[in-house]
């Protein structure tokens, strides 16, 4: 095979002599410090097959930051989850515990449901 082409493949041709491709690529937000963030923490059952998993909501920041973030937590933790689309997952019901480690690292928290 060959190279990849910059180009976009969904405009196959264009009558406008001004036309210009636009790669419409996405910017990541800068991560807002520790003590700027409220991250909600709550634990979810939904499509879960009626497991339990720790559900952190809010950051505001590039994904390598909140993937480091969710590594952390399930490492302090000691189970397996997710960080993906600005939440992390973390298996198992461990609220208190993130929570905890959440507010000594500077995040505002709040506990959302029961």
């Not at 409220?38 to 059952?45: A, F, G, P, Q, T």
């Not at 499509?47 to 937590?73: A, C, N, S």
């Not at 939440?87 to 959440?102: P, T, W, Y």
């Amino acid at each position: 095979m060959g190279k990849k082409s910059k180009r976009r493949s969904d405009v196959v041709y264009s009558t406008n002599p001004d036309f210009e491709f636009d790669n419409e690529e996405e910017m990541e937000e800068d991560t807002l410090p520790n003590n700027q963030q409220l991250l909600y923490v709550s634990i979810d059952r939904k499509q879960r097959k009626g497991k339990d998993v720790t559900l952190v909501e809010g950051f505001v920041g590039t994904d390598e930051d909140l993937k480091t973030l969710g590594k952390k937590l399930k490492s302090a933790c000691g189970v397996g989850g997710t960080a993906k689309d600005g939440d992390i997952l973390i298996q198992g019901n461990h609220r208190d515990k993130v929570i905890e480690l959440l507010e000594k690292d500077g995040y505002k928290t709040k506990r959302k449901g029961g």
